[in-house]
Structure formats: structure tokens, C-alpha cells
């Protein structure tokens, strides 16, 4: 089974839907920024996507609907709809789960903004789209499913334009951490191992990208993963209703181990911004 079609199978089903809108609220299913340790989830997974916004918020706004994003791996589209909204732009979500997808299209009309979002179902390892298409290339803890992040980044910078920009996060290991230290923690994510900030560095600046900035927040996972398993055993009963037995024990056992390798310090994030260095 391809690294695709794992992940396809991983989101495409009720459990994950029912895990992500309980706990996470549905909308921004990645890391948060937090205020305070017990901020809800859900309010430090948007500021997280506020802080990523900043970093181009300047180029950005004086554009407003001549401004072409792409997000990769959009989930359930909170990200895609903050952007649409804030800057006016017309946003490209590729995301592989069509479950996901349906859901966005229909968050997206609700608001009114299917008509600056468009939703296509897809792989980020084969961008359906033309050369120096886009201004931003977006994404948020969706790399980190990629069984081959080179060929992902190459896809990535090839749709970007000349001065675009590139913005993610995403989840990595230190620089220092054997892979094998993290097998049992990462086995959901059906990946052999997780990049690392030097290596989201090289690859970038050796396919022309200038400005490699990495702005680290990993002091903010254990506050996460702390939250995630604190939430998720609090509301085991609640959970238990929508959720499988299964994948709830599964849930209870994975994420203390989350907890423990970020106490560990075998884990980083925070965001990445990148520039395309070639005028065209």
C-alpha cells in the first residue's frame, strides 16, 4: 500500500471525524500556540494559523483576489477559510481525503466562499497544476504524512512563483533523535520516520529557496500533546459514543507517548517561511 493510500485510509473514516470535531473542534486539526496550558485546543490551533498569516501578511494584502493560494493537505479547511477571508484571495485546498473535502465544500458554502475556494481531491506528490502557479504555497502538518518529503518539496517549489512565498509547519524530530526512538510514537502516522528542521533547510535552499526562516515553537508540543491526552481521557465516555472501542483504546495508549517524547525533547516544530529566490 502506497504512503497515499494510507493516508487516505487513516482520515477516511468516522473514527477520525469524530476525534478531530470533539477534541479539536473540527476545523484547525494541527498544532496550537498557547496562551495559557489550559487554552482549548481549538483557540490555539487558530492562532497558530494567524502567526503563519503574518509572515506574509504584508505581501499579501495589497493583492486581495489577484492572490492564488495553494494549501496542501487541508484538511478539514479552517486554514483555507482564515486565508480566503482575510486576505480576499482565491485558495486552492489539495487534500487526498474526499470525506475531509465534502465537509469543507459544505463549510465553505454555508459561509459563502466557494467562490474563492476551490476543493480538489488529490495527492500533494503530484500537484495537479502548471508551473509558477501560485503565489503561496501553504501547509500545516501534513508533510510530515509524506513517505517522500523530497519529492513533496520539489512539487511544492515547482507551483511556487518567482518570489512566491512557501509557508508550513510542521511536525519533526531533533536533529539529534535516532528514528528508531520514535517507531511506536509515529506507527499512526504510518511513516518510518519525520524530518527534521536541517533537513526542511537544505532541501529548500538547494531547490532555490532564499529566506529559509524556521521559527520554532517547539516549546509549545507538550503543551499540546499534554491538552490532547488530558481532553481525550476526560472525555472517554463522551467519545465512546461516537468513537470506536478500538480506536479510542488506540487514542488512550498513542498519546501519552507523544507526552513522553516531547518531555524527552525528541520533537520540534514551529513554522517555516521560505521565499523562491529566481525572478522567472
Known sequence: MSHDDSTRRYYDTEDVDAFYARIWGGEDIHTGIYAHEREPVAAASRRTIERAADKIAE????????????????????????????????????????????????VNAERGLDGLIEVVTGSFQDIPFTDGYFDVVWSQEAFCHSGDRQGLLREAVRVLAPRGDLVFTDLMAAEDTPPEALHRTIARLEVDALATPSFYRRELTALGLARVDFDDRSEQLLTHYIRLADETRRRAAELGDVISPGYLAGLMENLPLWVDACRDGLLRWGIFHARHAHAG
Open 59 to 106: 505581501r499579501l494584502a495589497p493583492l486581495g483576489p489577484a492572490c492564488r493560494i495553494l494549501d496542501l493537505g487541508s484538511g478539514y479547511g479552517g486554514p483555507t477559510r482564515y486565508l480566503a477571508e482575510r486576505f480576499g484571495c482565491r485558495v486552492v485546498a489539495l487534500n487526498i481525503s474526499e470525506n475531509q473535502n465534502e465537509h469543507h465544500r459544505e
